[in-house]
Each structure stands twice: as C-alpha cells, then as structure tokens.
C-alpha cells in the first residue's frame, strides 16, 4: 500500500524535478571525489597527514587544515557527504538521525562521566573488553556495551571486537590525558589543569542538554517569555530554581561546576590556536603599555594567548569573584612573569555596570555578547562605549551565524566596504553554509542555558550601531571551528 503510493506520487513528479534530482547525486559525488584527489595528494606530504577515523586524535591531523585550499576542500567533502546521506537515507531513517539526537548525547555524556577514553587509552591499541572497563569504573556492563556501541556505530570509539573497545580518532579527543584511578578518587579535578576540551562537551551534555529538553515548554511559558536577562533560559528555570547561571555557579555546593565551566571556556578557546587568537587583530599597532582589557575574560586564557606574543601591552582580567579567584592561579601558572612584573592585573568587575577602566586601546570581547538578549547587549557596549576613547577599538570574537540559503545580491552589496562582512558561500548544489553545524549547536547552546543568541552578521551590526560603535573590519579564520573578530570604533 506505502510503496503504491509512493509509486503514484512519484509518477506525479514533473520530468524537470525528476531530473534535477538525478543531477544532483552525480554532482554531489563529483565534489566529494574531485576534492578527495586534491586531499590525496597533501596527504603524502608527512607534515600534513590526512586524518584517520581508526587511530587516536594527534593534532598533527588537523595540521592540513591550515591551508585555506584544503580547509574548503574538506569542508566541499563533509557539505556533499551529509547532503547525500540525507538524499539517500529513508526519510525515517534520516529523520531519527536528528530524532534521536538526545541518545546520543545520553551516550556520550555517560562515556566522559564514566571516564571511558582515559580507561581506553591505558588499554592501548587492542582495546578492552566492556566487563574490564567496568571493573575499573565500576558500571554495568551490559548498559555501558550498549552506550559505546552506539556511540561506536557514529564513529565515537571503535568496536574492534564483540564488547571489546577502543579509542579512535574521535573519542580520543575526550581523553583528558589523566590517569583513569586519580580522576575516579577525586571526580571534582577531573578537568583540573586539561585543555577543557572534556570539559566543554561535559558542561554542554549536562546543564545545557538538560535545559533543551524543555525548549517548547519553555517557549509556552508565558512569564519566560517576558524575561530578558539570562533568567529566562529553560536551563535557569529548570536547574538553576530561578537563578541565573552565574549565580548559580557562584554557590559554593555549584563550585565544580564554575570550574568546570571556566575550564570548559578553555576548551572553547582551544578550538582556535593560540596563532588564530593573536591573528585575530594586528597587537603590533599597539604601543608599549597599552592597555587591552579582556572583559568578562574568564580566566584570562585569550589574553594570556595574546600576551605570549605581545608581552609589551598590559592586561586587565575582569570577571565575576569566582572566575577571577580562577584566573589569578591560571596566570600564575601559566605566565608567572606577567604576574610578577605587573604585566596583568584581575578586577572583579560585572560589565553590566559602568566600566572602571579609562585609556583603554582595546576592549576585548570574547563570547560575551552571544550570552545576552539585545537588551542587555546594550548595556554591555553601552558601558563599553561610554569609557572609550576615540582612539579605543572594539574586538568582539564571535560566530557569524551565517544563512541557510545564499546572500541576496543586494544585501552583499550593502556589506562591500567592511572588509570580510560577507559570508562565504560552498558552491551550488552545496548548502551554502556547507552544512557545518557548529554556529547552529553554539546558537542554541545560549538559548538553553544563558538566554543568549549567536548572531547574523546583519544582527551584529544592528546591536553595534545601536549602541555606537561602528564595524570597520571582520577578521575570518579558515576551517569550520571559526571563531571570527569583530572589529569597531566608536561613533
Ligand atoms: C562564555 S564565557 C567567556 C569567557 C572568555 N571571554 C572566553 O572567551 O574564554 C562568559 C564569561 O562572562 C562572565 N560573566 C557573566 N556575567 C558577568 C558579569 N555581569 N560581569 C562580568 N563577567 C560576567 C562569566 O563569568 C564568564 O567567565
């Protein structure tokens, strides 16, 4: 009965829909196969191996992304990959694909708890079977078999042999380095001292997965609705008991969650190297002395990329009391110099208040405004605006959310004289944002937990000017992990 109809349906479709239809596999696979020979070839180049999904993650992998012709190669063959497994999968299959997205997560939050990666790696290359790991982590076995498997079956480890895993280039990146019995007697310092890339995945699968599974609800609740600060949030209602996420980290039983969560800021900005945060800006315009100041910086860790490079400009670190007790002991450990010669200092200090700081070059803005709704965006780079001077600039690194489909003309146009404003576009039949998930995920990461948006180039600059600043220039970093720089100057 399902097949006649869909027999008759398909009968119905004009020759033209038919046709384009049929195209688009071929070409969809031309991309992926002319791109792949491209790839082939960097990939004999030993400084710059292609990626293997069957060994651990070494950073050297991503090495070839460097190259902006073979980040766009990559990124052709994941936007044609995705677009045709879409094409080709049963429309139910495909949908459970995102339905069943939640278990996913499930699967993948219980694998970091239950400290699989580490066990994993202790294990070496053969792996371990299920009923060892569960010795050490002391889990069901049969439930955890249950979980890798389905996170082996999305690439996420490798079932080498029945109930025996290991560590693949995927699940290798949730290793945070540390010996498995340590982080089990002591939980809490798990991502203590690591990269926080753990830490991130860990903080997003907790607190922010748990409010997501309230979006609609939420978006029903007639007094959410009114709320415009970080109060608002399914994350705040649901878990922080009307708290909103600063306050309730700030709780001394929540403490291993600010930790987490600075650590977690880490892992974000490890996404970029620290090459890619100096790049970001030309630092070297900047005069001996200089004042940058890294506004709600967490614990520093981009300022502190910065200064690795420009150790000649001074550094202002504000937060909230939690976040800066964190930042002192980061610095101490990491650039004990700039500590001892003055070359950084901390200030408790909420950017919802009038800003202390005056003959500020640069006032540095990672990731804050995407934690807001447009109402309290403004008051931020109002403060900001109202301490600067006419020779300050605004940095702002942030996602650009960019379009589903492609720019109108005119639109392109409107952006010609602010150099890097436009958003580039994967070619036809690629989606034009080439599928890439990131800004999407890190947009309703800050709807669920902070209340906040990731923006358009277009929603950017309506808050910017709104608050007079002006965008000049935007800095755009090659590879789909891109975190990009605003850069302004006051009207
Ligand atoms: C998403 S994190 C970004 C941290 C850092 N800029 C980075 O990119 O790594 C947001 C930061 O804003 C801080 N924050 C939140 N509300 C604040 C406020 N009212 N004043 C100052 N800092 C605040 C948080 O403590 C947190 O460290």
Not at 8 to 33: G, M, Q, W
Not at 165 to 175: A, P
Not at 338 to 367: M, W
Request: hydrophobic fraction near 40%.
């Amino acid at each position: 009965m399902h097949a006649m109809m869909s027999l008759r349906a398909t009968s119905r479709l004009s020759p033209l829909i038919r046709y384009r239809a049929k195209s688009n596999l071929a070409v969809l696979a031309e991309i992926i196969s002319k791109n792949a020979a491209n790839l082939e070839k960097v990939g004999q180049n030993s400084s710059t191996p292609l990626p293997s999904i069957d060994e651990p993650f070494h950073p050297q992998t991503e090495a070839f992304r460097q190259d902006p012709a073979n980040a766009e190669a990559a990124a052709q063959i994941v936007a044609a990959s995705l677009q045709l497994a879409a094409t080709l999968s049963s429309p139910m299959e495909a949908l459970y694909h995102v339905a069943a997205g939640p278990f996913k997560g499930a699967a993948l939050r219980v694998s970091i708890e239950a400290n699989i990666a580490e066990i994993l790696r202790e294990a070496g290359p053969g792996g371990l079977h299920v009923n060892d790991i569960a010795k050490q982590n002391g889990q069901d076995p049969k439930k955890l078999a249950r979980f890798l498997r389905y996170l082996a079956t999305n690439h996420i480890f490798q079932e080498v042999e029945p109930d025996v895993f290991r560590n693949n280039r995927i699940s290798g990146l949730l290793d945070t380095g540390k010996d498995s019995k340590a982080i089990l007697a002591d939980p809490d310092a798990k991502y203590d001292g690591t990269t926080g890339v753990t830490a991130i995945v860990a903080h997003h699968l907790d607190e922010i997965t748990k409010g997501s599974v309230y979006a609609w609800e939420h978006l029903n609740d007639a007094e959410a609705k009114n709320i415009q600060d970080q109060r608002g949030s399914p994350m705040a209602k649901y878990l922080g008991k009307g708290k909103n996420q600063w306050e309730w980290f700030e709780q001394p039983d929540q403490l291993p969650r600010r930790k987490r969560f600075d650590m977690a800021m880490k892992g974000a900005a490890a996404l970029q190297s620290s090459e890619a945060i100096r790049a970001g800006f030309d630092w070297s315009k900047l005069t001996k002395g200089s004042i940058v100041v890294d506004v709600g910086g967490g614990i520093g860790f981009a300022a502190a990329s910065i200064a690795d490079g420009f150790p000649d400009l001074h550094y202002v670190v504000q937060d909230l009391p939690g976040a800066i007790a964190n930042a002192k002991e980061f610095w101490q450990e990491r650039n004990p110099k700039a500590v001892e010669k003055n070359g950084v200092t901390f200030e408790a200090h909420s950017f919802l208040e009038a800003q202390p700081k005056r003959d500020v070059s640069v006032f540095f803005v990672k990731h804050i405004v995407h934690g807001f709704t447009d109402t309290y965006c403004k008051q931020i780079l109002d403060h900001l605006r109202s301490a600067a001077t006419d020779k300050t600039v605004l940095v702002l690194p942030e996602f650009i959310v960019p379009h589903a489909c492609r720019l109108p003309e005119a639109e392109k146009q409107a952006r010609q004289n602010v150099p890097g404003s436009i958003d580039p576009e994967a070619p036809a039949p690629l989606l034009a944002n080439y599928g890439s998930q990131l800004a999407y995920g890190a947009d309703m990461a800050m709807m669920f937990g902070p209340n906040g948006q990731e923006r358009t180039y277009r929603e950017m600059d309506n808050l910017l000017t709104n608050s007079n600043w002006k965008i000049t220039k935007v800095h755009r970093q090659a590879g789909q992990m891109s975190v990009n720089f605003y850069e302004a100057v006051p009207v």
